[in-house]
Structure formats: structure tokens, C-alpha cells
């Protein structure tokens, strides 16, 4: 059994910077792509950016180009969210997720694992 564990949400201010990090337990993720959505309210989830294992980014949405960037370290079965200049829209529960098919990832149908999401709140 997967469990995804995420961390590094929380509060900051308009222009700011946080990293997410989401640690896979129960089986090397080897061959999967493994991404980050985030979900604000009152809206649909949506993928934010996407790495595969080979450390390759097929995805990444427009609005956060050049201010968020997704990485990863196999060794640690980890990967993670660098989010810098937020905005207030950035606002949302970020969830981290891995499935071995990136289309499914990216339209977060029938992924295979989740994790439990974290808060980040941009304050203006």
C-alpha cells in the first residue's frame, strides 16, 4: 500500500516563496509520474505541474510558468513544489499524486495514489 504524505504548507504574504514536499512510503515509485494539483474553493482540482521519474517535466499549467517549479529526488521516493512570487490566487489545498500514465495524472482521472492535501494561503 502507497501513502503519499505531504508537507511544507501554510501561510505567507502576496510575492513570497514555500516549498512542498511529498514523500511516498510502501513502494519505490520507479516509472511513475508523479505531480502536484491544488484545489481552491468553489473550484475544480487542477493539475499544477507534472515530472516523471526520469526527472523529465511534461507538464507545468501556464499561469505558474517561471514561478513554480517541480522537482524530484528517487533516492528519497520525494518530490517537490517550489512555489515562488505567490499570488493570492495561488490560494488552495495542494495535493501531491502519482499514477504510471501521465494523461491520467494531468486530468487527475483515476489516478492511483493521493495524497491527504495541505493548505497554502496567500495573504495580499
Known amino acids: 500500500q502507497v501513502e503519499l504524505t505531504e508537507f511544507g504548507g501554510g501561510f505567507v504574504q502576496s510575492g513570497g516563496s514555500l516549498k512542498l514536499s511529498c514523500e511516498a512510503s510502501?513502494?519505490?515509485?520507479?516509472?511513475?509520474?508523479m505531480g502536484w494539483f491544488r484545489q481552491a474553493p468553489g473550484k475544480e482540482r487542477e493539475c499544477v505541474a507534472a515530472?516523471?521519474?526520469?526527472?523529465?517535466?511534461?507538464y507545468i499549467k501556464e499561469s505558474v510558468k517561471g514561478r513554480f517549479n517541480i522537482s524530484s529526488d528517487n533516492a528519497k521516493n520525494t518530490w517537490y513544489l517550489q512555489m515562488n512570487s505567490l499570488k493570492v490566487e495561488d490560494t488552495a489545498v495542494y495535493y501531491c499524486?502519482?499514477?504510471?500514465?501521465?494523461?491520467?495524472?494531468?486530468?487527475?482521472?483515476?489516478?492511483?495514489?493521493w495524497g491527504q492535501g495541505t493548505q497554502v494561503t496567500v495573504s495580499s
Open positions: 499524486a502519482a499514477d504510471p500514465a501521465i494523461k491520467a495524472l494531468v486530468r487527475g482521472v483515476g489516478v492511483n495514489y
Open positions: 515530472i516523471s521519474w526520469s526527472g523529465r517535466i511534461p
Open positions: 510502501g513502494r519505490t515509485l520507479t516509472g511513475y509520474f
